[in-house]
Every structure is written in C-alpha cells, then in structure tokens.
C-alpha cells in the first residue's frame, strides 16, 4: 500500500462553506472595519499594503481583486493585471514593470498575476528547467524581504481548487452564456496540466512562504467562505500593522564590520601617484573618444544598454569625468541622472524604486552621478538610516545589478579615489575661483571631517558588491588626465566584450 | 518679370560666417556664462528652459544638441529624441509623448524633434491638407501659450541652408566614411522635397511665431557662427528671464465674468426634486451595471479608452456614485484618481501635467475624483491662482479635451449639484456617525460658507468648458438614487455610442 502522501493543498479541499445567513450577517460589520483600516493606513501613510492573487484557474482571483474593490474604498487601491508585456516594459529587466506598479505608502496595491506567474508558467510548460526555477524563487524571497524590510505589509492569497472542482466550475461558467467569455483557451490547456500545476505550485509555495510573507491558502470553490476569509486576512494583517508603533525590523543581528586588523584595504594600496601628462592624455582622449562613439553606433549596440555609476567623495572628479564621456556621444543617446535628495513620490517607496524608474531602453546609456551606493555610503556613514538597513543593502543591490546584467545591461560602476590632501587642495583651489557653481559648502567641510568614516565604508562596498556581472573599476583619481583615460578605456572594453558577445 | 518674394529664410542665406580666431576668443567666456545661468536657473527653480531644434537636415540639429550638452552641465539638461511611438505612447493622444518629457522647473529639456515635426512631415507627404496643418498649428501656439503662462522659457530654434548648401553638405558628410553613417534615405528623400520642405516650413514658422515663443532660424553651414549664435541666444534668453524678479505674465486684461443679471443659472434651474425610489432604483441599478458590464467586454472597447470626470461639492455624492460604477467593471480595467494636494514633482510642472500622466491606454477606464477642473473652481474660488491663470484654464483644458476625443478616448463629466440645505443635512447626519472617514472637517464648513462664489465658478465653468465633445452633464444629486443612475444610464450611452461608431 502506497503511503499517503500529505499536501499544503489538503486543508483547502475540504469542502470549506459558509452559510448564505452568516455570510450576510458578518459581511457589513467586516466592510465597515474594513473601510476603517484603509482610512487610519491612508492617515498614517508609513507603510504600502500589496496584495498578491494567485492560484487555480476559477478559483475566484478576479472575483476577489472585484470584491476588495467594492468592500474597500477603491479610490485608494490600485488594482494592476500583468498581460503581455509592453514594448518599454519588454527592453528592460522583468521585475521592471512590478517596480513601476508598487503602491506607495498609505496606498493598497492588488497585483492580479505577479513575480510568480513567468516562473510557474514556464516550469509547467517545460521550457525552464528545475534549478531555474529554484533560482527564481531564491530571488522572490528576497525580493520580497526587501520589501517587508522597507515597510510593506504583503499578503500573498493562492487560491485552490481540487481538480474536480476546478473541472466543474469551468463548465458552470461555460453553460452560462453570461460567464462563458470568462473561461478563455488557456483555462482549459491549463486543466489539463492541473497536476503538473499543482506539483509545481506547491513547491513555489512551499519554497516562498517566509515568516515575513507567508502564502495564504484559500479554498476557492465557495464564494461566501472565500470572501469572508479574504476581507477578515486583509482586515487583522492591516490592524496588526497599524497598532505596531513602529513597523521597522529589529536592529540588525549581523556582527559589526570591522576594519581588517592591518588597516590594510585595498584603496590605502592604490598608487595615487600614477599621472599622464597633458600631450600623452590629449592624444588618448581622442582615441577613445573616437573609439566609443563607434562603439554607440555599433548595430549590434541596438540590442544592450549601458549604465555608468560614478562614486566618489566631493571634488574627486566626478563631474569632469562624466563630461569626457557624453562629449564623445550623441546627446539623443544618453540621459544622466544626479542623485541628491529624494523626492516625496520617490521617499513613499523603497530606496531602489528611484533608481529603477531609471533604467534604460535598449541603445541608451544612463549615467548616475553618485547612485544607490548612497546607500551603504552617506546614509551608513551620516547615520541617515539604520545599520539593519544599509547592511541588508548590499544583497539587494546585487539582486538589483544581476538582474541588470541578465537583461544585457553593461553596468560599469567607477569608484574615483582622490587623497584627503589632493582633496583640501581641490577645496582650497575652489574657494579662489568665482564660479558659484563649484562653492564649497559647510557640509563639504563636515563631510571631510569624516574621511575615515568613509574609507571604511567604501572598502565595504567594494568588497561586498564587487561582482563578477557588475565589478568595480576602482580608478587612482589623484591625476584628473590619468583618471579620465582610465575610465574611459574601461568603458569602451566592456561595451566592446558586450557587443562582441 | 517676376516679382520677387521675400522669404523668412533669405537672412540665413547670406553666407554667415565666424572666424576661427573670433570664435577661439569668444567661447570660453560664454562657456562659464552659460554654465553660471545654468547654475542659477537650478538655484532660482521656478522655471524650465526648453529648447526646440528644428530645421532643414545637414544643417547641424544633432551638432547644436551635443553642443549645449558640452558647453553647459550635462547633468541638468534633459535631451530627447523623439523616433518612432512605443506601444504605450501610440494608445495615447500625440501629445503624451511631448507632456512625459517635459523637463521640471530649474532644468533646461533639448528636444529634438518636437509637436511641429509631425504636421511638417505630413503635409510635405501630402498625407494632410491645408486646413488641417493650419488647425494643429493653432493648437501648438495655443499649446505653448500655456507652457509660457506657465513660466516656461521657451527658444525654438530653426536651422536653414539653402538648397545648394543642404545639398553640399550631404555629399560631404557622405564623402567622409566617418561621417557617411548620419545621412539616411529620409535625409535624400527630404532633399528632393526641399522646396516643399521650404514652403510649408516657411508657412509653419510664420503661423506659429509669437510674442512668447518667437522662432529663432539659425543659418546652419558655417559651425562657427552657428555655436555662438545659439550659444548667445540661450544665453540671453536665460539671464533675461532670471533678472525678472517674477516670471509671470501680467494681471489678466480680460474683462470680469459676471453672473446674469437676471440671476438665473442652468444649476439654479435644475429640478433637484427628481426621486427614484427603492425598488425601482434597485431595478434600474441591476439593469445599468449589467449593461455597463457587457460594454466593458464588447470587443470594440479595446479600441477606445473612457475618462469618468467627477466634479461637486462636498458631500454631493461623487464617492457613492464611483463605487456604484466600478461596482460593475472588472477591477483590472479601472483606475481612480482621487485628486489631492500636487506632489513635489506635479507641482515642478504645468497644472495640467498630474493629469496627463493618468491617460489610460486602450481597453481602459481612468475615474478623476475631482480632476483638472480644480483650477476654475477651488483654485478659483480660494484665490490660489491668480486671475489671469485661471481664465487661460478654460481654453487650456478645451484644447486638453479635444485631443483626448480625437484620440478616441470618451469623456465623460457630471457635475453633482445639491443645494445647501441638502449640504447641511448631509454634513449634519455624518457629524452623527462614528466613521472617521466621514468626519466634517472645518475646511468643509469653511467651504460651505462660499457656496455663492462655488456656484458662479461652477456655472462659468459649464457655459465655458461643456463642448461638442466633452459635455458637461449637469446631476440632480439632492437624491442619490436618482443620481446614481442617471450617471450610469449617461456612461453607458456614450460609451454605447463609441463602440458603434
């Protein structure tokens, strides 16, 4: 006798069912305390409430992103279904057009079709394999950490028919001349693989479903039970979240990063001493100038995109670096983006979403004068958030950079490193000159007082987030014309090796 | 013998030219002026600076846009090429593309190619007739009327060559294999159009020449004297505009409205008696969702998009009647805007722009709660923009209006009218209840007490914006049954109406 193998879909064939009287006698006094929770999370305004729907076919995933829609007050749920790809969504990263869709805080975000579908989608159907589709789900858990450590509340609904049923409620729909246009071809192909399905999605279930954001499952046969089971999950989530003064993490578990024992990091062994002088460094200039902007021409360059991430501290060179650059490309081609502070849209997200609405189409390069290494430099240094914060980002910025490389984005991140007397120089320098535009500040001066915060800091970054798809060019800054020819040499052989590809 | 016509473009035929040595002189010195107005125009932030480059090919467009982009700081300038339309721009009305890429207050926008190119284009193709070009050159004056009374600088800059020149300058850039690249087939075929390209260009230029937005024609052969010629031009224009102590336009010179003498008002002749009761209410309600139901699904509403305007005052229903439509529409085909305070990024644009940025794409419905119309009445009525503004709203939102019918989007605007007792009773009975979201605020009472001047704003903005192709439909709303389906039996006729043309 086989042994009975025991599923996380049991529970949810059941038969689960509430009576017509208890469903109306409970549903006013649930819209009500529903339609509270939404005001006091509009009022509060700290956290986003994103809704997952998921599941079986027929199994009433439209119903219920309809129903929330009418117990709640719909002015401020933004319902989003994920079909085919547009043409501006399909030139970037997957994850791109979720990003664009996240509500901001205070908000309700129901996602009807999410980060799952592609995956579970393709694995059923054969064309990715099961190390694939691991990997993908490893990349959901963190995604969705981030998300739950910047403050979101998600509640990821998977809605569950057992195979007779789901068979059933198909040919009820379509006996129904007014439900008939619901059951589409691809309800029925997906009948057909329910067991291959089902196999699959229980694995997906099993592998995301994290103490932060654990997957719900629901019955979805009836509707009273499943109604009643989604307004009061949705309602006692958002009152949980709501009474918790605060709903941050707790204060980071990690050991604190310390300096290596030898004070030895790899920028103190630069060599800031390295030079080029002016006629070598004019006749290098135009070649690779010269060599780039073929490379922007380049047909093959049609089918990647390019972002250049420019750190360093004040007066290293940032500026007059990136002009080097763009003199070489057609302006068409290029956007830049300086980061200074965040606006409001842009604070009522997570940290990276201003940065994502920044990537670039194919053929087009986008250059950040500083980026969201700010991250784990300015704000860890300034104490401008808090060290579970900037240490969970060096994770997360990997998420986020391979995901530009596996979308052919060349991402070439530069580190300019200037001494700190080439720095009081380039300070003292400035406040000779007239230009109102190079003004040193108090805050420059309060930065610099600073310098070995930041050292640290930066060696982390580099140690951490130097990685084989998106590796740091650490370049020696001390000589504008030697740093100017390095960065541009490194440009151009990695879009070269990209279009070589 | 034939008389001799003068043409606009006979003043860059003359063969214009800068010396070497001149320009070697004079460049650096513009070089830091320019980059200092840029510095002050990012301090200052009240204005954008957007720059039009337009003109015959060959005549150094793409030169003057790399130009201002290595003159100036490249960090703030935002350069667009306008090619072909993405998917997500060519469901929208032409101009969404131009409104997305608007650069905010304090930044300077190059655009390359703009509103003119598609009307040139056409009617040197003969695809459009001469009424036709004529009418979009009206809508452009008027269109960047807005865009100055909105503080915008700006400088639209047209490069000419005779035809001898545009042609030398072809075979020159194709004899050179470095340059060979820049000359298309469209670059060829433009040059047999050349005189057809003068003629309309010339009509174009002199139509759309005005007093805020004068065009600029640049002879473009000579490099030399086309870099300091636009280079000074920006310039100017720039200082000129920060010195003005405040950019906007003057008191408006339009006579006051005044309310009829007679006192008689369409909304003072509403029968705000009009009842439904219960059970017919009910009845009807079933019948207009439903029907409303199956025109979201018709297979021609792909074609079309639907934008639901809610205008009223306080406590006239407009939350109650949204939900009673969305109530009947699938929830991933619909998206509310309830219209509150602008973000930071709205208000560094024209008013109009946080409303452009909800144009919904094909197959869907977008709802404003409360919408653009807040400029004729709160901002109005308040005084929180000043008279000239809120006059020039009128014509403004028209012109918005007519490009979303002509771009089959249907547009449909109630305005719920209650009277005053009903408004106090309503504020009275919500004063009674426990839910907070209902909590009369003292802005409500001190809203009420201008119900006059709310009901003269309401009135002109009736008689002035209720056009061919967005009418107003004025609701009696003292009784919200009859309100409710009167809204739904309207939506469902217009929309009726677009699926069957």
Request: overall charge neutral; charged content about 30%; glycine content about 4%.
């Amino acid at each position: 006798m086989q042994a009975e193998k025991q599923s996380m879909f049991e529970s949810a064939e059941l038969g689960h069912k509430i009576d017509k009287k208890t469903y109306k006698e409970q549903v006013p006094a649930l819209r009500e305390a529903l339609l509270d929770a939404q005001f006091d999370l509009a009022q509060a305004g700290n956290f986003p409430v994103i809704i997952l729907i998921g599941g079986v076919d027929g199994a009433g995933k439209g119903e219920t992103a309809n129903l929330l829609n009418e117990w709640m007050d719909p002015r401020h749920i933004h319902t989003q279904a994920f079909g085919a790809l547009s043409d501006e969504e399909s030139e970037r990263p997957l994850m791109w057009r979720f990003w664009r869709a996240l509500p901001p805080k205070g908000k309700v975000g129901i996602y009807f079709g999410s980060w799952y579908t592609e995956p579970i989608v393709k694995r059923a159907y054969g064309e990715t394999d099961k190390e694939t589709l691991s990997y993908s789900l490893e990349e959901i858990v963190r995604f969705e950490k981030m998300l739950t450590d910047e403050g979101a509340l998600i509640l990821k609904f998977w809605f569950h028919l057992s195979k007779e049923k789901q068979k059933e409620r198909i040919h009820s729909l379509e006996d129904n001349p007014k439900t008939r246009w619901r059951v589409t071809e691809i309800d029925k192909r997906h009948l057909k693989l329910y067991d291959k399905f089902r196999e699959i999605s229980e694995h997906v279930l099993r592998d995301t479903s994290t103490a932060e954001a654990p997957w719900i499952i629901v019955e979805g046969f009836d509707a009273n039970y499943r109604n009643l089971t989604v307004g009061k999950q949705v309602l006692q989530a958002m009152r949980k979240r709501l009474e918790q003064h605060d709903g941050r993490p707790l204060a980071s578990a990690a050991p604190p990063l310390m300096t290596p024992v030898d004070n030895l990091q790899l920028i103190n062994t630069l060599d800031l001493s390295l030079k080029l002088d002016k006629t070598i460094y004019e006749r290098k200039l135009e070649k690779y100038q010269g060599r780039l902007n073929i490379l922007t021409r380049d047909p093959k360059f049609k089918d990647i995109s390019v972002i250049i991430v420019f750190e360093g501290l004040d007066a290293a060179g940032k500026g007059g670096s990136i002009r080097r650059i763009t003199h070489a490309i057609d302006a068409r081609m290029f956007s830049i983006t300086p980061i200074a502070a965040p606006t409001e849209e842009e604070r009522a997200q997570p940290y990276l979403w201003r940065f994502w609405r920044h990537i670039p189409r194919r053929g087009r390069l986008a250059i950040f004068d500083r980026s969201w290494y700010g991250r784990v430099l300015v704000e860890r240094v300034e104490g401008l958030c808090s060290e579970y914060d900037w240490m969970r980002a060096y994770s997360e910025i990997n998420d986020f950079e391979e995901q530009q490389a596996r979308n052919d984005i060349v991402l070439v991140k530069f580190w300019l490193q200037i001494s700190k007397e080439e720095q009081l120089r380039r300070f003292e320098e400035r406040q000779q000159i007239s230009f109102k535009r190079f003004k040193i500040t108090d805050e420059d001066w309060r930065n610099r007082e600073k310098w070995d915060d930041y050292q640290a800091a930066v060696s982390d970054m580099i140690d951490r987030t130097s990685t084989l798809h998106a590796p740091w060019t650490v370049v020696e800054a001390e000589d504008k014309n030697f740093a100017r020819i390095k960065i541009l040499k490194t440009l151009c052989e990695r879009i070269e090796q990209a279009v070589a590809d």
